[in-house]
């Protein structure tokens, strides 16, 4: 019996000291039972940056995905827009994600080891809707190759353009017509996604003593920039309408910049029809018999650069007015997507893949030349330049309008600068109205820059007490004609595209009426 004791005493004793001997259980790896043990001595409460970390182990790496801490206090979202801001733009894709436990939520009571379980094995991952709210210090696991898309259209706040902004864009007026240089990321109308980045809000600036402000007689797409025309009356807007359902009524050339070596001159015949890609419109070939509608570009080739794979000048002048027209000739017609057209380059590029058309402007090389030489991503190259009609008086007008600062840019890069200066010039001998000369913009001009001056001491004011600077009485004025229809209360059948034709759904004031432009819509 006292040898049983003794023996159970002594092996205590050495089981004690092999313990004290031991080394710590975070710093011994080890399989077996010491293994589990050592996971759950060391899987206790996470670090707030980095809740994979354990102390005295290697930096555990999470793969392809990243993790975001929520902070304490942050204000209660839906975990599907949070993704929908951070990660993914697409509503679709972003259910997609958290469904298939690409995305997931990880309780701040959870240990490391729960941590890398749930990043290592979808199985161990926990169940995350869309509708659950992030709690504070919660963490997010998701794709950190993922970025949201840039949003299409800066919002702007209601009279934050310069005094007298639009007035100096006004290339040509006369008593019955008005023509202005259009920037490019302003939209013509207002829209779901515009905010206050549209020129309809600014029209009454170009009454000049009318009794109603300007209509516009065609539209351009927020990515182009240019020459646009507006009707000054509804006689004058009345004519442009018959005339361009007649054909008769002007001509105009768009300037793009192509990727690829296109033939000297000839015409696109090429049917086109609106698919839904993803969340645009695009246009597309399509025989006339399975719904395509007809659609004509004359083109000429102005200059070719050998650069960059291969670069053409192109003047366009579209016969007929369907969506994205010069856009999808450009890419399925020509082979030659414009520079700075992501959306229809991949589907040339795809186009190009499919049918074995070789060649060089859709190389790796190519596309890195042209990042090299005009940049990363490069704003869409096809401008409005010119614009000829007839008055009421049967006088002819030339209308030009100047390159965008990018695109101008762009042509200094492969040396077609010469060009463009003599086409500015010779643009300028042939019209004879010049704005420095004009009496009511002199005079609009100076009565915007009185009242900006006059209102500066309130802005300082308002930004020194923190406050938000309220539009004066003519903008808000302005921002109500353009709401609520002002002077376009009157219904105008829509003549025939002359550009391109809007998608379903634009152009639409909420209570269902078209707005009032004559014809025309985006390029």
């Not at 009571?109 to 504070?136: A, C, I, N």
């Not at 070939?285 to 083109?299: M, S, V």
């Not at 869409?380 to 007008?397: E, I, N, P, W, Y």
Request: include cysteine; hydrophobic fraction near 35%.
């Amino acid at each position: 019996m006292a040898t049983s004791v003794l023996t159970r005493r002594s092996a205590t004793a050495a089981a004690t000291t092999s313990t004290a001997q031991r080394p710590p259980p975070c710093m011994v790896p080890g399989p077996g039972a010491w293994g589990v043990l050592q996971m759950r001595l060391c899987s206790g409460p996470v670090t707030a940056d980095e809740p994979t970390f354990r102390p005295g182990d290697r930096i555990f790496d999470l793969g392809p995905f990243a993790v975001h801490r929520v902070p304490e206090n942050a204000a209660p979202v839906r975990l599907d827009r949070w993704v929908m801001k951070n990660v993914c733009s697409n509503w679709n894709a972003t259910q997609k994600l958290i469904a298939s436990k690409q995305i997931w939520i990880v309780p701040p009571q959870h240990t490391t080891d729960q941590h890398r379980k749930s990043v290592m094995l979808p199985r161990f991952r926990p169940e995350s809707e869309g509708k659950m709210h992030l709690e504070p210090r919660s963490y997010v696991y998701f794709p950190k190759i993922m970025r949201p898309a840039e949003p299409r259209r800066r919002p702007t706040v209601v009279g934050s353009e310069p005094p007298g902004w639009l007035l100096k864009r006004v290339l040509y007026k006369d008593t019955d017509f008005l023509a202005i240089n259009k920037p490019s990321g302003w939209s013509v109308q207002p829209g779901k996604h515009v905010g206050g980045m549209h020129l309809q809000r600014l029209l009454p600036t170009l009454q000049f003593g009318m009794d109603e402000a300007p209509r516009f007689v065609h539209r351009l797409s927020t990515e182009l920039s240019g020459v646009i025309l507006l009707a000054r009356h509804k006689a004058a807007a009345t004519y442009a309408k018959d005339m361009i359902r007649q054909r008769a009524f002007w001509e105009r050339s768009f300037w793009g910049v192509a990727c690829g070596r296109t033939p000297k001159a000839g015409t696109v015949a090429l049917p086109l029809a609106q698919e839904r890609r993803h969340d645009r419109e695009v246009s597309k070939p399509r025989r006339e018999d399975d719904g395509g509608a007809p659609a004509l570009t004359e083109y000429r080739t102005v200059l070719y650069s050998p650069m960059a794979g291969g670069l053409s000048l192109l003047e366009m002048n579209p016969y007929t007015g369907r969506y994205h027209q010069t856009r999808a000739h450009c890419a399925f017609g020509l082979r030659a997507p414009l520079l700075g057209d992501p959306l229809y380059y991949e589907l040339s590029n795809r186009l190009n893949t499919e049918t074995e058309y070789k060649v060089r402007y859709h190389s790796e090389d190519a596309r890195r030349e042209r990042k090299e030489l005009l940049g990363a991503m490069p704003s869409l190259h096809l401008h409005s330049r010119q614009l000829r009609l007839k008055t009421f008086a049967g006088k002819d007008v030339h209308v030009t309008a100047p390159l965008p600062e990018p695109m101008a840019a762009s042509f200094e890069a492969l040396g077609w600068t010469s060009f463009l200066r003599r086409s500015d010039r010779e643009a300028q001998r042939g019209t004879d109205w010049d704005i420095a000369e004009d009496p009511h913009i002199n005079a609009a001009l100076a009565e915007a820059e009185a009242k900006a001056e006059a209102d500066r001491p309130r802005r300082r004011a308002a930004a020194a007490e923190g406050e938000e600077w309220a539009e004066g009485e003519d903008w808000a004025a302005a921002e109500t004609a353009a709401g609520a229809g002002g002077a376009y209360e009157e219904e105008a059948e829509w003549a025939e595209d002359v550009q391109d034709e809007a998608p379903k759904g634009r152009g639409r004031r909420p209570g269902g009426r078209r707005s009032a432009v004559v014809g025309g819509a985006p390029s």
